[in-house]
């Protein structure tokens, strides 16, 4: 199973611009899906994007399509959430995790690793 650790994470102003990585090591073979989900204080994990592995389609959460961007660099192994013109309400830890099991991108149950979260903070 591959280990996945995310950064970039920090405070920012509102309208300013951030670029999480997610580096992942060991095992990463049969991975369907790699997605960013974020959890803000009181309220459920949520799915925020995603990309297949094969076709490297995307997906987006309505909330975000249009200011971030989920990109990967296959040489690296490594996920990229780039978000900009950020909200405060896009304030939350973001976790990246990988999917090998399911089609259900924006399920959290059809992910079964899962990165520690980096804390993104934008204040207005």
């Known amino acids: 199973q591959a280990q996945l650790v995310e950064s970039g994470g920090g405070l920012v102003q509102a309208g300013g611009s951030l670029r999480l990585s997610c580096a992942a090591s060991g095992r990463t073979f049969g991975t369907m899906f790699m997605g960013w989900f974020r959890q803000a204080p009181g309220k459920e994990r949520e799915f925020v994007a995603a990309m297949s592995a094969i076709h490297t389609r995307t997906y987006y959460a309505a909330s975000v399509k249009g200011r971030f961007t989920i990109s990967e660099d296959s040489a690296t192994n490594t996920l990229y959430l780039q978000m900009n013109s950020l909200k405060p309400e896009d304030t939350a830890v973001y976790y990246c995790?990988?999917?090998?099991?399911?089609?259900?991108?924006?399920?959290?149950?059809?992910?079964?690793?899962w990165g520690q979260g980096t804390q993104v903070t934008v204040s207005s």
């Open positions: 995790a990988a999917n090998s099991r399911s089609s259900a991108y924006v399920s959290l149950a059809a992910y079964e690793n």
